[in-house]
């Protein structure tokens, strides 16, 4: 079993900071990364570990100072009761909301779970809002489940 530690810090984050504010979209941290640590020397040397795409990528968009933090899956909403006869679509849910869903096993540790995480981390410090939603949902402004710090 191979280690998924917290990430710390993105590298290139000042290269992608530069890039979406020339207008680029730019689509990064998709998962296949190679982990680093430094040394005592402050040198980057690889490390026996799995980076976790969701959390790394909430770390950039913190980093770069997002408004909105957009996970994409294969489902267009997230669900509480996923797959059960009282399954509920959430819509708009405060940080407080997502918070006791995952404390309560609502979401899959290997898929959903670790969307939720990095998006209350993202909300959390200082983010607008996170949008969980399919990639084929985009062009809708009001797709997906939103995740803000205070119900409006």
């Keep these: 079993v191979v280690p998924s530690p917290q990430p710390k810090e993105i590298i290139n984050k000042k290269i992608i900071r530069d890039l979406v504010k020339r207008g680029n979209i730019v689509i990064a941290l998709g998962g296949g990364g190679v982990p680093v640590c430094r040394d005592e020397n402050k040198n980057l ?37 996923f797959k059960k006869p009282d399954q509920k679509k959430l819509k708009k849910i405060t940080v407080k909301e997502a918070e006791k ?30 949008i969980i939603t399919g990639s084929n949902q985009l062009s809708d402004k009001n797709c997906g489940t939103r995740i803000v710090a205070k119900s409006s």
Excluded: C, H, R, W
């Design 45 to 81: 040397v690889g490390v026996e570990a799995v980076i976790d795409k969701d959390l790394a990528s909430s770390l950039l968009a913190m980093e770069i100072d997002a408004d909105a933090f957009f996970l994409l899956t294969d489902v267009s909403n997230v669900y509480i009761n």
């Design 101 to 130: 869903y995952y404390k309560q096993g609502e979401f899959a540790a290997g898929s959903m779970g670790p969307k939720i995480l990095a998006a209350i981390e993202f909300v959390k410090n200082g983010g607008k809002e996170t």
